[in-house]
C-alpha cells in the first residue's frame, strides 16, 4: 500500500468521527474528494462510504450554519453542486439544495459587510455563479436575491477577493504527505488537500 492509499485509509477513519460539515475543513470536503476520487479510479466501497458521509452532512446542517464558502451553507451548496454536476447525486439539484438555498437566503447582502471569497458575498455570488455556469437558473435561488447580492458586490468592487476556482484559494499543507497522522483532515491545509489536487485539474477545473 503506497503512501496515498493509507493517507486514504486515514481520512476514511477519521472522518467517521469528526464534527466539521464545512466544504474547507470538514465533511463536505472530504465528501467531495472522496468521491471524485472513487469515480476516477473506480472505487465503488469508497464511493458508497462518501454516499452516506454526504447524507450525514445534509442530515445535520445547522439552522444558525454561517453562509460562506469555508465554513457554510455556500460551501455545501458548491461542493453538491459539483458532485451532481458529474453524475455522482442523483435526483433534482434544486429540490437536493432548497433548504441549503433557502436558509442561505435568510442573511440579507444589503447588511453583510464581508466581502471576502472564503466567508463573505464573493464566496456566496461563486456558488451561485456555478450553479449558474451548469444549470442555467436556479430553481431555489430567488431572482431577487441574486440581484440584491450582485448590486451589494458592485457597490463594493475594491473590497471584493475573486478567484476563478476554489482550489486557488486552498492552502495546501506545510507537512509533507508522510506526516498525516494527527493533521487537519480537510481540503484546505489537510489531509483530503493531498487527494483533490492530484484529480482537480483533470476533473473539476475547466
Given at each position: 500500500m503506497d503512501t496515498l492509499d493509507r493517507l486514504i485509509s486515514y481520512l476514511v477513519l477519521r472522518s467517521a468521527t469528526t464534527h466539521a460539515l464545512s466544504l474547507y475543513h470538514g465533511k463536505m470536503g472530504i465528501v467531495l474528494t472522496l468521491m471524485i476520487y472513487a469515480q476516477h479510479?473506480?472505487?465503488p466501497h469508497l464511493y458508497n462510504y462518501a454516499e452516506r458521509l454526504l447524507l450525514n452532512v445534509c442530515d445535520n446542517i445547522p439552522e444558525n450554519m454561517a453562509p460562506g464558502l469555508e465554513e457554510g451553507l455556500a460551501g455545501i451548496g458548491f461542493?453538491?453542486?459539483?458532485l451532481h454536476k458529474n453524475g455522482l447525486v442523483d435526483g433534482s439539484l434544486d429540490d437536493i439544495l432548497a433548504d441549503i438555498d433557502t436558509q442561505l437566503m435568510r442573511y440579507d447582502p444589503r447588511r453583510y459587510s464581508d466581502f471576502s471569497f472564503r466567508t463573505g458575498l464573493c464566496g456566496i455570488k461563486y456558488y451561485i455563479d456555478t450553479r449558474r455556469k451548469y444549470y442555467g437558473k436556479s430553481g431555489t435561488i430567488d431572482?431577487?436575491?441574486?440581484?440584491?447580492l450582485t448590486l451589494a458586490?458592485?457597490?463594493?468592487?475594491e473590497k471584493c477577493e475573486q478567484y476563478t476556482h476554489m482550489m486557488d484559494d486552498i492552502i495546501a499543507p506545510m507537512w509533507p504527505i508522510e506526516e498525516y497522522k494527527e493533521k487537519e483532515l480537510g481540503i484546505d491545509n489537510g489531509c483530503a488537500y493531498y487527494i483533490i489536487k492530484e484529480i482537480y485539474d483533470e476533473v473539476l477545473s475547466d
Open positions: 479510479y473506480s472505487r461542493g453538491i453542486t459539483i431572482p431577487v436575491y441574486e440581484r440584491e458586490l458592485e457597490r463594493n468592487k
